[in-house]
């Protein structure tokens, strides 16, 4: 597992590698990557937007 702060680190320095344009892009495409991954995260994210109306609790 890495820690928090490694990970912030990463995400402040990414621009930097010419990778990515910002911090953002990248958390945006570690994500995408994550749900494309994880069907159980998809589901149980549609079941959150679901539940709560569309809207983030």
Not at 7 to 18: D, F, L, S, Y
């Amino acid at each position: 597992m890495v820690s928090g702060d490694l990970v912030e680190k990463a995400i402040r320095v990414i621009p930097g590698t010419g990778l990515y344009k910002s911090g953002d892009d990248f958390l945006k495409d570690a994500v995408n990557t994550l749900l494309a991954a994880r069907k159980d995260v998809r589901v149980a994210i549609a079941c959150e937007l679901f539940l709560s109306g569309g809207h983030a609790r």
